[in-house]
């Protein structure tokens, strides 16, 4: 798979009201990359990208076997979309302390998993990384 992914995917209402689009794709065999450590027991993809063209940053996260990404209020109204639309996704993997403190507080809102993923990286931008 190239580095910028592209797809189409329905505006869905999860957990907690939080609304996001399912990624058809899993981005640790994707992308080749593992995920990084976000809040607390979080994980996920760090990306950038558009949705219907309006370019936002966050991540890519993975709950029940499956991954998503989420489109807060302002991105959805960016986009003119509402729960049941499709969207039209490009993402990419990005690195940037941007684009991380964006997926940290993002991650915040979604359910957490009981323990943390044992393989998951540290982001060097995560201020609880050990020197």
Same mark, same amino acid.
């Given at each position: 798979?190239?580095?910028?992914?592209?797809?189409?995917?329905?505006l869905?209402?999860?957990?907690?009201?939080? @609304?996001v689009?399912?990624? &058809? #794709? =899993?981005p640790?065999? !994707?992308?080749?990359?593992?995920p990084?450590?976000?809040?607390?027991?979080?994980?996920?993809?760090?990306?950038?990208? @558009?949705?219907?063209?309006? &370019? #936002? =940053?966050?991540?890519? !996260?993975e709950?029940?076997?499956?991954?998503?990404?989420?489109?807060?209020?302002?991105?959805?109204?960016?986009?003119?979309?509402?729960?049941?639309?499709?969207?039209?996704?490009?993402?990419?993997?990005?690195?940037?302390?941007r684009?991380?403190?964006?997926a940290?507080?993002q991650?915040?809102?979604?359910?957490q998993?009981?323990?943390?993923?044992?393989?998951?990286?540290?982001?060097?931008?995560?201020?609880?990384r050990k020197?």
């Amino acid at each position: 798979m190239a580095d910028i992914a592209e797809f189409e995917a329905e505006l869905i209402e999860g957990h907690k009201g939080v @609304t996001v689009v399912i990624v &058809p #794709f =899993d981005p640790e065999e !994707g992308w080749s990359q593992k995920p990084v450590r976000l809040h607390s027991r979080r994980h996920g993809w760090p990306i950038t990208g @558009t949705a219907n063209r309006i &370019p #936002f =940053d966050g991540y890519i !996260g993975e709950r029940w076997g499956r991954f998503f990404i989420i489109i807060d209020p302002e991105l959805r109204d960016a986009a003119d979309v509402s729960v049941g639309d499709k969207l039209r996704m490009s993402v990419k993997p990005a690195t940037s302390r941007r684009v991380f403190e964006r997926a940290f507080a993002q991650s915040k809102i979604t359910t957490q998993p009981q323990k943390l993923r044992p393989d998951v990286l540290s982001s060097p931008h995560d201020v609880r990384r050990k020197p």
